[in-house]
Structure formats: C-alpha cells, structure tokens
C-alpha cells in the first residue's frame, strides 16, 4: 500500500508567517497527484513537509498506512525529482543512478539490474558512461527521473521537474512522465505553477492558494464546475471572464440562492461558450456589446479581447454592466477587425454563477 494522507497539516514559521493552513486531502494507491497554484500558494512547502524536508508545526502525514511526522526524509520510502536536476557532474549516468543504491547497500548485481531496467524504460541505455555536461536538458532529467525510478519508492515527489525546460521539450517530457507513472503505478505527487500541465497529468487535482485548498477534484470536474472565482481564472487558458453583478440582476436573471440575489455576486463564462453572432440571445442566455481591442491568432484558434462600455448599452438582459474586458476564444484565423464593434452570446447552461466574494459557486 502507498496511500498519502494529509490531516489537518499546518505549517507556521517563526514571527507568525502560517504558510500550510489546515490541508485535509487523500490520494489513493498509484494515483498522479498534482499540486497547482501560483507562487507563493504553498504547494512546495506541502511537498517538502510529505518528503521530510519541512517540519510540520501540526497534523499528520501518513505514507502507505504509517504517520512518517517524525520519520526521517531517507526512511519514508519517498524519492524526489528537483527541477534543477541535482546530478553529480563527476559522475557517469550510470554511477549518478546507482549511488542512492551503494550508499544503502546493495549489492552490485541487483544494482546494474535496476540501473538498466530504468535506463531502458527512460531510453537512455545509451547514455551511461556519459557525465551530466554531455546531456541535453532534457536527457538530465530523464536521468534525475531514473534516479529515483530505481530506488523503487512509495511515493514520487516531483518539484516543478520541467520548469527548467524550453517549451516543445516540456511538452514532450510531460507525455513520458505520465506514460511512465502509468506504467510503473507508483503513487506520485507532482507540484507545478503551470495549469496546462497540471489538467493533463493529474488522476487528482489539488488546486492552492494562500496556503490552503480551494479545491480537490478531477481535473475536468475542476474546469466543468469551479467551486471559486479563483479556480475559474485559474484553471483555463484564457481564463474565465467574470462579471459582477448586482442583487436586481441576479434576481431578474437567475432563480438562485436569495442570499446571492440580496448582496450581488459575479457570472462567469468561458472564452470558448461565447459565440461571435447576429443572431438574437439564446432563450435564457446572454449577449454581450463588445469594441474588439486586441487579437491573438494562435494557430487552429483566435483569442478576441474587447471592451464593454456601460455607456453604449452593454447589457447582460435585462440590465446595465458596468464595463471591463471579455475574451473570446473562436476556432480558425479568421476573426473580427481591431476597433469592430461584435455581438458575444452565450446559452444559459454555460454560465457560472458565484458569490459577491467570489469563494462559493451558486447553482443555476
């Protein structure tokens, strides 16, 4: 078993500073857990509390049925992947795979077996008798990542392993880290600032902010159905437009929650739910006056920044918005003019719905 189970983990530094608020989350035997939020959210502090690395003022950490708090980082069955690699540059592929195994003590035979089964799984067979500054950035961190392969932990703890690499690579090696913890189905935890990569690994998604969890799902359920106004621009690329509104237009669009309709709240909808159209609004939709601002072509699709200007009857029905951007992400190259005035429309089944403070999604 190689269940992790975080209960109640907090962590507060001298002076007050409570970086980890209170984490309660699960992953289950062999699943790709992925740890997303922006700088500073706290996901590698929580990483480094799971590998020993951080001490944790209070909670439990249990690896595979065992509370490792005060297990040493070398006795918890984890092993690490930095995102700086961390090789011995005098040392050959090879020996850099193999001298976390000598310093345990086993013996030479089974180490050569498990050097060369991993190379052979990394496709680095090639490679062993080479020193790190003969590599690519890439071939480093495949031995980085064979590494820790051949300790044949519990737990993978991977520190933003790609970060350090140009953008065709990253995407590259992100396919071949989830074809290898499938293959291997070791229970993994992996933290990263980068949304993308964190919806297409992740079996769990633990989205961070400020030191505590806005939420814990499947990384579509996560898209599909944000529970905060944080996830929704977080998760997704463009980000989710959002828009407040007042009680009266809550009340008039929306049977919802009479709290939200009392205080206001902010609608949220997806570049992509909007369409570019003449048509009227979709029953129970809504249309949005735009002045195009900017265009991004980004190959097979185009973003469409525009502005909404209260005062030229913007107007999500019935009532006023105030103004601000909105973006539209529409398929192919062709798109409207800078300085065109557009119509954006949305169904009703594809708007968000959320609280005035924005930490509670509202059903619609």
Do not use: W
């Not at 806005?214 to 905060?228: S, V």
């Not at 709240?265 to 006056?289: K, Q």
């Amino acid at each position: 078993m190689s269940n992790v189970s975080l209960r109640n983990v907090r962590k507060t530094y001298p002076g007050g500073f409570e970086a980890i608020k209170g984490i309660d989350f699960a992953i289950a035997d062999g699943q790709f857990c992925v740890l997303v939020g922006p700088s500073g959210c706290g996901k590698s502090t929580l990483l480094r509390m799971v590998a020993g690395l951080e001490t944790i003022t209070s909670g439990e950490i249990d690896i595979g049925g065992r509370v490792v708090n005060q297990v040493e980082p070398a006795d918890r069955d984890i092993a690490m992947v930095f995102q700086n690699y961390a090789l011995y540059p005098h040392m050959s592929v090879y020996n850099n795979m193999a001298y976390g195994l000598r310093n345990r003590g086993m013996k030479e035979p089974e180490i050569d077996a498990r050097v060369r089964e991993a190379a052979k799984v990394l496709e680095i067979g090639t490679m062993l008798d080479r020193k790190p500054r003969q590599l690519s950035g890439g071939q480093r961190q495949r031995v980085a990542m064979g590494r820790a392969i051949v300790r044949q932990p519990k737990v993978f703890l991977f520190d933003e392993p790609l970060s350090n690499l140009d953008a065709k690579l990253r995407v590259a090696m992100r396919v071949e880290i989830r074809k290898l913890q499938r293959r291997l189905q070791t229970t993994s935890i992996y933290v990263t600032h980068d949304q993308l990569e964190a919806m297409t690994l992740a079996d769990i998604l633990v989205v961070m902010n400020g030191g505590e969890v806005e939420q814990i799902g499947n990384p579509l359920d996560i898209y599909r159905k944000p529970a905060t106004t944080f996830v929704a621009s977080f998760i997704g690329a463009p980000p989710m437009n959002l828009i407040p509104l007042d009680g009266r237009e809550i009340a008039l669009q929306f049977a919802g929650d009479s709290r939200a309709a009392s205080q206001g709240g902010i609608l949220g909808v997806r570049p992509e739910d909007l369409l570019i159209s003449t048509d009227l609004t979709p029953a129970g939709g809504i249309t949005l006056e735009l002045t195009v601002e900017a265009i991004e072509r980004v190959g097979a699709e185009t973003f469409v920044y525009g502005s909404r200007q209260g005062e030229q009857g913007v107007s999500l029905h019935p009532g006023e918005l105030p103004p601000g951007e909105v973006i539209v992400r529409i398929p192919g190259q062709m798109a409207p003019s800078i300085g065109e005035r557009i119509r954006a429309i949305a169904p009703r089944d594809k708007l968000h719905l959320f609280s005035a403070d924005g930490r509670q999604r509202i059903d619609i």
